[in-house]
């Protein structure tokens, strides 16, 4: 029973669902009642008698153009995808789009002391509104939403704003007298290659890059600052180039997209969130903390594997959280478990909470009884959520859920433990629940769910905050639990985005099974990689503390002192040895023959500098420490360079900065050029049918085009030395000049060379280098050979028109990878792809037609077969031995279906087949067993339920479902296995289409569709064959 559930509840987190579930009764409770944790000062709200009449407004206003719809996507949770990729709608209207953004910023909002944030729909703005509020905030999420006027004017007064993303535009000469320029709105390109390269993906903070998600949304509003305004940040992409991402210029910021949607947890959402406090116009002072707990802690969980984590974070000095739940209850296999049943594991949490651990409720039965919500068993199950429905559980209410945790903390102080604060199971629950919770817990650990309308999202925090729920303290847990696709060392790298932030906190939380020295599935951690985790962790200069003492970040009331730094010159050092070499002027010029191998620039300073930011050419680097330079040495290269400086306060461009420094300088490059050097080495001859290099073409050789397989032909002149064009001159006469490598022939295009049919006879061809194009410049070394065409005595085959089907299956016996060509109807070879050594390929073709298997280095024919029509599938070997193997019959095996596009399993879970994080649950098994009398055919069953993986209906259409269902053995049942080099697809017999995932998206579905070997949505792993 033990092992059995241990291993479900892993495999729920491995997948990190998130979702909940509500019960409707209790367990029986004899236990001696405790002194209630109320007495404890750790379960007193501070705020319990606020008065938030007394707090300033910071008014979020959001865009409310009614009518206009969303396009529907699918829905995500909070955990697993720590902030979902942007809207998780049915069928959203954007003015629900619009609150959802609203409510995350105003949860962050709520991380500053002494105001209140407060929601309005733009129309409704008023002259004056933003003067008689501390700050406003307008979230531009809808494209040309009308923004008042009376916004604009109340701007151009002084107001302060900060204004977020679109229509910026409606500002005109307002924003021009800012010193701030619209520049249009860069969108995905449609060439994918430079879409990766000019778009806006990172966000350079104080000497870390913040990610900017480009999977979709790549919007970016393009501005420029001049004058008045300063950039506070840059937005840069792959090819360096840079625009304004933060823009301050007087009491007016602005944010160039809309910084929570896309988000991930090192995501530009964290600088948006560090300089929220500083648009509202309060400073703060923090020092790192992070804050770590223990998860899923029941009368379930062994004592042994409790203790060792608990005794290993004391002897570190480490305060934790304990995310405990009182009743364990598996209802398929009749078990219900309190602590009373289990002694060792309550003393553990006992003497946790005499120490450095604090308990935290984490629900009461964490399921919700009599529904399988997946399984019935608690720890997998949700207790406040239908995650079958991903929806609200049906009838149950908000009272009853208080009423529910009310009586699971009464049972775990009848047990000694005193809650100290609440954890939602999967952090999933109807957000009109979330404020009743503070009705028992004002302090939360978790992240939450934010709603409006049809729309369902999340949100992490990355600091302290008081929600919208009814202000409940929410400690961060910003960077997820350790796992398979977030280790120690991931979550080392968010610890280190979150450092470089005004207030950096670091929230987590791991599994105790997980260090288990017996555990070895995705995701097993020892204790020393831990210990050496905490000790990293420290080293960057975070305190762990202890989580009931955490607290909203506290406001730096010190009077800031004027900053006298400045940057009062440059130099030019050597980047290997750092030796001076000089002072580096405005409009200097340097030869590069007189400058070491490797350089570096060094900002001189005057005054409290503690941090300086040098821009050379578009691309920013921060140094903390005196000598201030470039984080890495350049290697010299001639051209014009534009260089500043920025002097700051503080560490990490922080702090009050002072004036830029600016200056350009030049490396030019006198030194004579060397001689020529360049020569024709040898030539290859190309099969242009094939577009291979068959090998070396050598003097007095013969060309067999019987031997060769083809007429069509093209030869590279190979060539060493710096070649700029090459000329060829055939029997004696200029024949054509390359400019290009290759140099061959004809020329070629991306490596389909021009095709030269020569007649039969004897041929001399001279290769001429040049040092330019267009054989201009110098001439170097040529090469001059002679060779003899022959046609040979061999017949071509080639593909004649057949409406008879025939599947041919070609098995490659050989050590080496071959090609496989297709002979047309033309006689001229297709390419249709490689078959590794030991592998087959089945593909569909017809009755007389020619398939040639070719050897993939050097392109020489190794079989040519003409399919004859003698059996429904022709069976071709290519071996070394040169006899044809007994062939194998098909084998039954189990395995993973693992997505080649996003690395995602497919999950039979559901009747429709979605994809999901792998993991080792039977619902993500399939066993594949071959059908009799068809090589390569199989049926595919799935583990958990036994169904067979079925196309709906039988439909033969694209975009038919893939579904399980009872077994039956029709042709819609069956799928062929179609080798994709180490891959497959799969090929429904009955519609000889392919098995496809319909988008990236967790949870996505799987449809049949047109086969396109090429398209890695239909190309699978399979692990197991």
């Known amino acids: 029973m033990r092992s059995t559930s241990r291993f479900k509840l892993y495999v729920v987190l491995l997948s990190v669902v998130i979702g909940m579930v509500a019960c409707q009764s209790t367990a029986p409770n004899n236990q001696t009642t405790p002194k209630s944790t109320i007495d404890n000062p750790f379960t007193v709200d501070p705020e319990e008698n606020i008065d938030l009449q007394a707090l300033a407004d910071v008014v979020v206003l959001y865009d409310d153009i009614p009518g206009a719809v969303l396009r529907s996507q699918q829905l995500r949770v909070p955990q697993q995808y720590l902030s979902p990729k942007g809207l998780t709608t049915l069928a959203a209207t954007t003015e629900d789009a619009a609150k959802v953004y609203a409510q995350m910023v105003m949860n962050l909002v709520g991380g500053i002391r002494d105001v209140n944030p407060v929601m309005k729909p733009v129309s409704q703005y008023q002259a004056g509104d933003a003067q008689n509020s501390k700050h406003t905030i307008y979230i531009g999420s809808t494209f040309d939403n009308v923004v008042p006027a009376a916004l604009i004017q109340d701007i151009a007064a002084g107001a302060h704003v900060t204004w977020v993303n679109y229509n910026i535009w409606q500002m005109g000469t307002v924003l021009s007298n800012l010193g701030i320029s619209y520049n249009g709105i860069q969108t995905a390109n449609s060439s994918a290659e430079s879409s990766a390269a000019t778009t806006y993906n990172t966000i350079d903070y104080r000497g870390y890059n913040f990610k900017k998600d480009t999977s979709a949304g790549m919007e970016m509003v393009l501005v420029g600052a001049s004058g008045a305004a300063e950039v506070i940040t840059y937005a840069k992409n792959a090819s360096g180039g840079q625009t304004p991402y933060v823009i301050k210029s007087g009491n007016f910021w602005y944010v160039a997209d809309l910084p929570t949607t896309y988000?991930?947890?090192?995501?530009?959402?964290?600088?948006?969130?560090?300089?929220?406090?500083?648009?509202?116009?309060?400073?703060?002072?923090?020092?790192?903390?992070?804050?770590?707990?223990?998860?899923?802690?029941?009368?379930?969980?062994?004592?042994?594997?409790?203790?060792?984590?608990?005794?290993?974070?004391?002897?570190?000095?480490?305060?934790?959280?304990?995310?405990?739940?009182?009743?364990?209850?598996?209802?398929?296999?009749?078990?219900?478990?309190?602590?009373?049943?289990?002694?060792?594991?309550?003393?553990?949490?006992?003497?946790?909470?005499?120490?450095?651990?604090?308990?935290?409720?984490?629900?009461?039965?964490?399921?919700?009884?009599?529904?399988?919500?997946?399984?019935?068993?608690?720890?997998?199950?949700?207790?406040?959520?239908?995650?079958?429905?991903?929806?609200?559980?049906?009838?149950?209410?908000?009272?009853?859920?208080?009423?529910?945790?009310?009586?699971?903390?009464?049972?775990?102080?009848?047990?000694?433990?005193?809650?100290?604060?609440?954890?939602?199971?999967?952090?999933?629950?109807?957000?009109?629940?979330?404020?009743?919770?503070?009705?028992?817990?004002?302090?939360?650990?978790?992240?939450?769910?934010?709603?409006?309308?049809?729309?369902?999202?999340?949100?992490?925090?990355?600091?302290?905050?008081?929600?919208?729920?009814?202000?409940?303290?929410?400690?961060?847990?910003?960077?997820?639990?350790?796992?398979?696709?977030?280790?120690?060392?991931?979550?080392?790298?968010?610890?280190?985005?979150?450092r470089v932030l005004n207030c950096p906190w670091l929230g987590m939380f791991v599994h105790p099974y997980i260090f288990d020295p017996a555990y070895t599935q995705p995701g097993a951690t020892s204790i020393a990689q831990l210990q050496q985790f905490i000790a990293d962790v420290r080293a960057l200069?975070?305190?762990?503390?202890?989580?009931?003492?955490?607290?909203?970040?506290?406001?730096?009331?010190?009077?800031?002192?004027?900053?006298?730094?400045?940057?009062?010159?440059?130099?030019?050092?050597?980047?290997?040895?750092?030796?001076?070499?000089?002072?580096?002027?405005?409009?200097?010029?340097?030869?590069?023959?007189?400058?070491?191998?490797?350089l570096n620039i060094v900002a001189e300073t005057s005054g409290a500098v503690e941090s300086v930011t040098l821009n050379l050419n578009g691309t920013a680097q921060t140094d903390n420490t005196a000598p201030y330079s470039l984080s890495a040495a350049l290697t010299k290269v001639v051209g014009s360079f534009s260089l500043s400086a920025t002097p700051y306060a503080l560490d990490n461009a922080g702090g009050t900065a002072g004036t830029p420094v600016a200056i350009s300088f030049t490396i030019v490059d006198d030194t004579p050029p060397p001689a020529f050097d360049g020569k024709v080495t040898s030539f290859s001859l190309v099969n242009a049918a094939t577009n291979t290099i068959v090998g070396t073409l050598s003097n007095n050789a013969t060309i067999d085009f019987s031997q060769l397989g083809t007429d069509k032909i093209s030869i590279i002149a190979n060539v060493s030395g710096a070649v700029e064009s090459v000329k060829f001159v055939l029997n004696g006469s200029d024949f054509k000049t390359e400019n290009l490598p290759p140099y061959s022939l004809l020329g070629d295009d991306n490596g389909v060379y021009g095709v030269w049919q020569p007649a039969e006879g004897n041929y001399s061809l001279e290769a001429k280098p040049y040092a330019k194009d267009d054989a201009a410049g110098d001439l170097g070394q040529a090469l001059s050979i002679s060779f003899k065409v022959t046609k040979g005595s061999a017949t071509q085959l080639c593909s004649k028109n057949s409406s008879q089907r025939q599947y041919v299956k070609f098995i490659n016996d050989t050590k080496n990878y071959v090609k496989l060509y297709w002979i047309d109807y033309n006689c001229n070879a297709k390419y249709y792809g490689s078959i590794r050594p030991g592998a087959s390929f089945t593909s569909y073709s017809y009755v007389s037609h020619v398939w040639r298997l070719a050897d993939y280095n050097s392109g020489a024919t190794l079989k040519t077969v003409q399919l004859d029509g003698s059996s429904a599938t022709s069976v071709v070997y290519v071996s070394t031995s040169g006899t044809t193997p007994t062939p194998q019959p098909d084998q039954s095996f189990t395995s993973q279906l693992v997505v080649q596009y996003t690395k995602g399993c497919m999950d039979a879970w559901s009747t429709y087949p979605f994809q999901w994080t792998c993991n080792t649950w039977d619902g993500q098994k399939f066993d594949f067993k071959p059908v009799s009398g068809k090589s390569g055919v199989y049926t595919i069953t799935s583990r958990s339920t036994g169904q067979c993986m079925d196309i709906e209906s039988a439909s033969t259409s694209s975009g038919a479902k893939l579904m399980r269902y009872s077994c039956h053995g029709n042709t819609n049942q069956q799928f062929e296995l179609k080798t994709v080099g180490s891959n497959y697809q799969l090929m429904a017999v009955h519609s000889n289409k392919c098995i496809a995932v319909t988008s990236s998206w967790g949870g996505a579905g799987f449809v049949q569709t047109t086969c396109n070997s090429t398209d890695s949505k239909q190309v699978f792993q399979l692990p197991g064959k």
């Open 263 to 498: 988000l991930t947890e090192t995501d530009r959402y964290l600088v948006f969130a560090d300089l929220l406090p500083q648009m509202v116009g309060v400073a703060t002072t923090c020092s790192p903390k992070a804050v770590i707990r223990l998860e899923d802690i029941s009368p379930f969980v062994n004592s042994v594997e409790l203790g060792r984590v608990v005794d290993t974070l004391t002897a570190l000095n480490v305060p934790f959280g304990v995310a405990t739940f009182p009743y364990f209850v598996d209802e398929p296999g009749g078990t219900s478990l309190t602590f009373a049943n289990n002694p060792d594991t309550l003393n553990v949490l006992k003497n946790a909470q005499a120490g450095l651990g604090e308990i935290f409720q984490h629900g009461s039965f964490h399921m919700y009884q009599g529904l399988l919500n997946p399984s019935g068993i608690s720890g997998l199950d949700w207790e406040f959520w239908n995650i079958n429905t991903n929806m609200p559980l049906t009838g149950f209410t908000a009272d009853q859920a208080v009423a529910r945790i009310q009586a699971g903390k009464a049972e775990l102080e009848a047990q000694g433990l005193l809650p100290v604060g609440w954890v939602t199971p999967h952090y999933a629950a109807p957000v009109d629940f979330l404020p009743r919770f503070k009705d028992v817990y004002f302090r939360q650990y978790e992240r939450r769910f934010i709603a409006s309308g049809d729309i369902l999202t999340g949100q992490f925090m990355p600091y302290p905050v008081r929600d919208i729920y009814n202000r409940t303290l929410l400690i961060p847990e910003n960077t997820n639990f350790i796992g398979p696709n977030n280790s120690l060392a991931n979550i080392y790298e968010k610890a280190k985005a979150n």
């Open 541 to 598: 200069g975070y305190e762990f503390v202890r989580p009931s003492t955490v607290d909203l970040n506290p406001i730096d009331t010190t009077p800031t002192p004027t900053f006298d730094g400045k940057v009062t010159g440059f130099r030019l050092t050597n980047g290997s040895t750092g030796a001076d070499l000089g002072a580096l002027s405005n409009g200097a010029s340097f030869n590069l023959s007189a400058l070491p191998a490797t």
